[in-house]
């Protein structure tokens, strides 16, 4: 069974983009400088041709790891999720019950997740804490720091897409 990774549109969208760059535009230049690094002459000392070579491996793995990812994904359309529970595409605001801080994230996927940005993972170990949860649940997720404890203050819907 194929496992889906749960995706919004934004970020299927990036994805597609960032395929489309490398199969059209950096997957030729590779080619291009690896031919240019040929002409130089013996194959075994030159820096140029290895560099280009390795950067070539670098870009097809690359296109083959986003295939799989794109091709697994499972696109949500955060714009239509519901606010009454924390599910994938919310904006969900907790404090801290150690600290009475207030931290704001948006659920996403795992391709999608950047603390600094405001969003985290659904499948990281606070991203599944979080999951169904409503406004005034406690939150209890065990980190690498140790346990922490927050309470849901609110839930929005995600910013249109």
Same mark, same amino acid.
């Given at each position: 069974?194929?496992?889906? +990774?749960?995706?919004?549109?934004t970020?299927?969208?990036?994805?597609?983009?960032?395929?489309? /760059?490398?199969?059209? @535009?950096?997957?030729?230049? $590779? $080619?291009?400088? +690896?031919? !240019?690094?040929?002409?130089?002459?013996? =194959?075994?000392e030159?820096?140029?041709?290895?560099?280009?070579?390795e /950067?070539?491996? #670098? !870009?097809?793995?690359?296109? #083959?790891?986003l295939k799989?990812?794109?091709?697994?994904?499972? $696109?949500?359309?955060?714009?239509? *999720?519901?606010?009454?529970?924390?599910? &994938?595409?919310?904006?969900?605001?907790?404090?801290? #019950?150690?600290?009475?801080?207030?931290?704001?994230?948006?659920? =996403?996927?795992?391709?999608?997740a950047? $603390?600094?940005?405001?969003?985290?993972? *659904?499948?990281?170990?606070?991203?599944?804490?979080?999951?169904?949860?409503?406004?005034?649940?406690?939150? @209890?997720?065990?980190t690498?720091?140790?346990?922490?404890? &927050?309470? *849901?203050v609110?839930?929005?819907?995600?910013? @249109?897409?």
């Amino acid at each position: 069974m194929v496992e889906r +990774i749960p995706m919004s549109k934004t970020g299927h969208q990036r994805l597609r983009e960032e395929l489309d /760059r490398l199969e059209r @535009v950096d997957r030729h230049e $590779v $080619v291009k400088a +690896i031919e !240019i690094a040929r002409a130089h002459g013996d =194959l075994s000392e030159n820096a140029e041709y290895h560099a280009a070579k390795e /950067r070539q491996g #670098m !870009i097809e793995g690359r296109i #083959m790891e986003l295939k799989d990812k794109l091709g697994r994904a499972e $696109v949500i359309d955060c714009s239509q *999720v519901r606010c009454d529970k924390a599910v &994938f595409g919310t904006v969900v605001t907790l404090m801290d #019950m150690d600290t009475d801080e207030e931290v704001t994230y948006q659920l =996403l996927g795992p391709e999608e997740a950047d $603390v600094k940005k405001g969003s985290i993972s *659904v499948l990281s170990p606070l991203g599944r804490s979080i999951l169904g949860k409503e406004i005034g649940d406690e939150v @209890v997720t065990k980190t690498p720091g140790g346990v922490r404890e &927050f309470e *849901v203050v609110d839930i929005k819907p995600a910013p @249109v897409e």
